[in-house]
């Protein structure tokens, strides 16, 4: 699918039992319909937690749940999930550069990078032979996802591509880290 390019539109956003739910819709030449929601509502998590999902026509179901952090899962502490197979994360939060800081994913006997590239509004999940660079209309609050594939990507790559695009990636760089570290370290005292 090497240069194949989409884009997912901001649908209406709906209420739910856990407050409002953004969708974001849009069509992948040669797969089909696809759908990133957050947060999901069928789910029986706890509160302090977000789930975001990806489902669509040709698409395997990809979830990703965290701890909520204005209104999306952080990446620590995550579960991604294809097909309901749980995927084994890992990252080093101690390295200065986005490569070192790059969430790394195993799953369907595949092995991923998940990186920023560029500013805080683009990220690439890449794995050997194939990537999907994506990009967000603006950082906090975007009217549209847009994704561009490279080598053999195919839908897998596109959805764990998309559905990360729902979770709070701002401690990918150091800048970002910083920035949310306050913030973060208070979300998770639940005995304050």
Request: contains cysteine.
């Amino acid at each position: 699918m090497s240069g194949v390019s989409f884009e997912l539109q901001r649908a209406t956003s709906t209420r739910g039992r856990r407050g409002e739910v953004f969708s974001w819709e849009g069509q992948v030449d040669g797969i089909g319909r696809i759908e990133l929601t957050f947060p999901t509502e069928h789910s029986d998590y706890p509160a302090e937690y977000c789930e975001v999902a990806v489902s669509g026509d040709g698409f395997p179901l990809v979830t990703y749940l965290g701890l909520r952090y204005l209104r999306r899962p952080l990446l620590a502490r995550g579960e991604l999930r294809v097909d309901w197979d749980p995927a084994d994360l890992s990252r080093n939060v101690y390295w200065l550069g986005r490569r070192g800081r790059a969430l790394r994913i195993q799953t369907k006997g595949r092995s991923y990078t998940y990186a920023q590239v560029g500013g805080k509004r683009s990220h690439e999940l890449a794995r050997a032979g194939a990537g999907v660079l994506m990009k967000r209309s603006s950082w906090n609050n975007p009217r549209t996802l847009s994704g561009t594939c490279s080598g053999a990507a195919d839908a897998l790559d596109i959805g764990i591509a998309v559905v990360l695009e729902a979770v709070y990636t701002r401690n990918l760089s150091v800048p970002g880290a910083m920035v949310s570290t306050p913030g973060r370290f208070l979300n998770r005292c639940n005995f304050l």
